[in-house]
């Protein structure tokens, strides 16, 4: 049973109860919530996910409820709870969709230590993932969107799971993650690009998300191998400039952009190492999507390994 086949008013009720277990990366994750943004989130964002049945192992108990009865009247706030702890600050109630996600991206990263975790866009195609590697504000979720729509399979918008005796990236296929301008750039694409609602006056600015296509939730299973690692970076009013990484300085970004290489030692320098081997790496800036998407569909086809 998928989610989206519950009626709202149960997934509402049954996420105040027991929670509602999903699947989240390679992790099982049971969600509990008052908030109707989150269930109204996830009856948007999540319908094609299948709802895991009571009874299986379940690796993570998150929350969002108010951090407490004064906080639930006045200012109403909202924590993010795993495990009974929260590692964050409260937020305004009306972010507590962002703040679900925000906490989902924190338990995965701070936890799947058997494997090397990237922030880093990912998506295949033929079997073969592109790496999309950047500093926040660099347009890659509003990149990762365009490829979407494009035709690429998303493994996630934020964390690139590298296993760390394979080299395949594990799918983490959940909401692609987009921030002010971005959301209307993304929602013109039209087609059947289904975004949540927009929530305002965050830290990020204003946040909306946009639902993962079917075929990479029903897929979520299946890994792939790097071939392709891009720097983007959006220029307004740029044109496309494509340029060759050399491995040493991609290899020096990337340990930057990774979330555990500290913790894994020696096993996180194999894995990067490995990673860079097998890709054809690039430093893509451009001025819209109309650019560097058919520039990457190009980069793709012509490269036969």
């Known amino acids: 049973m998928n989610l989206g086949e519950l009626a709202p008013r149960n997934l509402r009720r049954q996420l105040r109860e027991q929670g509602v277990l999903l699947p989240c990366g390679?992790?099982?994750v049971r969600i509990r919530t008052c908030s109707e943004g989150i269930a109204d989130g996830l009856?948007?964002?999540?319908?094609?996910?299948?709802?895991?049945?009571?009874?299986?192992?379940?690796?993570?108990?998150?929350?969002?409820?108010?951090?407490?009865?004064?906080?639930?009247?006045?200012?109403?706030q909202v924590g993010f709870y795993c495990?009974?702890?929260?590692?964050?600050?409260?937020?305004?109630?009306?972010?507590?969709?962002?703040?679900?996600?925000?906490g989902l991206n924190w338990v995965i990263s701070t936890h799947a230590h058997d494997h090397l975790v990237l922030h880093a866009a990912v998506l295949e195609r033929g079997g073969r993932a592109l790496l999309l590697s950047a500093d926040p504000g660099s347009g890659k979720s509003t990149l990762c969107a365009g490829l979407v729509h494009s035709g690429w399979r998303l493994l996630s918008d934020e964390l690139a799971l590298v296993e760390l005796a394979t080299g395949r990236v594990r799918p983490v296929a959940r909401p692609i993650s987009l921030k002010n301008e971005s959301i209307e750039v993304v929602r013109?694409?039209?087609?059947?690009?289904?975004?949540?609602?927009?929530?305002?006056?965050?830290?990020?600015?204003?946040?909306?998300?946009?639902?993962?296509?079917?075929?990479?939730?029903?897929?979520r299973h299946e890994p792939a191998l790097p071939a392709w690692l891009v720097f983007p970076r959006f220029v307004r009013g740029g044109q496309l400039d494509l340029q060759s990484v050399g491995k040493a300085q991609a290899f020096m970004e990337m340990v930057r952009h990774a979330f555990n290489y500290g913790f894994l030692g020696g096993s996180a320098f194999d894995a990067l190492a490995g990673l860079l081997d097998r890709t054809t790496i690039m430093r893509a800036s451009y001025g819209d999507l109309g650019q560097i998407v058919?520039?990457?569909?190009?980069l793709t086809a012509a490269d036969g390994r």
């Open 26 to 28: 390679p992790f099982v």
């Open 43 to 76: 009856h948007r964002l999540y319908r094609d996910f299948p709802l895991i049945p009571e009874g299986d192992f379940v690796d993570f108990e998150v929350e969002v409820r108010a951090p407490g009865l004064l906080r639930s009247v006045v200012r109403p």
């Open 83 to 102: 495990e009974g702890r929260a590692p964050f600050k409260p937020l305004p109630r009306h972010q507590a969709f962002p703040m679900l996600e925000w």
């Open 188 to 219: 013109a694409l039209g087609g059947d690009v289904e975004l949540g609602t927009v929530c305002p006056d965050t830290t990020k600015g204003a946040v909306a998300h946009m639902r993962p296509p079917v075929d990479s939730v029903v897929r």
């Open 294 to 298: 058919p520039a990457i569909d190009r």
